[in-house]
């Protein structure tokens, strides 16, 4: 962008963050209260430019642009790009021992990508509030989460699960996965 469309960008940007925080001014200097409620209004101006921006991306994907132009306009590489925006990346080359990043993730999310990364050979090593540390193995995974807090029995040791990672309140149980599980 030029300075010039960057400048108009901000006016535009700032005007829309006084509107959305309900305060204006005549005021030679805006107040303490009106700058903060400034801070969180650009906060959730930029959590949400961020979220068009990955809707954009996978449309774009999707539509057939590929990884690598995507990361060219956005000044990256392809992979960055992918393992920004590709909710479903995983690397396969990977070796036995490498070890990513799952997140950020949502807590509403994270299971559903705790299961395809243990199906593509993924263990669960670490976890954390919005992000799991899975490590490369030739083994499926099976993974579930329990509260700690719950009445509900912990999964069965008999039954192969293992306590995996802990990130308080649930704790995170993994196993190799069954061909024929009925649990």
């Given amino acids: 962008m030029s300075t010039q469309l960057d400048a108009q960008l901000s006016l535009e940007l700032s005007r829309l963050a006084v509107q959305c925080g309900g305060t204006s001014s005549d005021m030679p200097s805006p107040t303490t209260e009106q700058l903060l409620v400034s801070v969180t209004t650009f906060q959730d101006l930029a959590r ?27 000044g990256t590489s392809r ?40 199906s593509q050979g993924w263990r669960l090593s670490r976890s954390s509030h919005g992000e799991h540390v ?24 008999r039954k192969g699960w293992q306590a995996a990672t802990m990130r308080f309140p649930d704790c995170f149980f ?9 649990d």
């Avoid at 990955?54 to 990884?67: D, F, I, K, L, N």
């Avoid at 790009?81 to 490498?98: A, K, M, N, S, T």
């Fill in 48 to 74: 949400l430019s961020m979220d068009l921006q990955g809707q954009a991306v996978r449309a774009a994907h999707e539509a057939g642009v590929s990884w690598s132009r995507i990361g060219t306009l956005l």
């Fill in 174 to 182: 993994i196993r190799p996965r069954l061909s024929d599980d009925t």
């Fill in 134 to 157: 899975v490590e490369r193995d030739d083994q499926d995974w099976e993974v579930m989460r329990v509260s700690v807090l719950s009445v509900r029995p912990l999964p069965s040791r």
């Fill in 79 to 118: 992979q960055a790009v992918q393992q920004r925006f590709d909710p479903h990346y995983i690397p396969r080359d990977d070796l036995p021992g490498v070890t990513r990043t799952l997140g950020p993730v949502s807590r509403a999310e994270e299971m559903h990508h705790l299961t395809e990364a243990g």
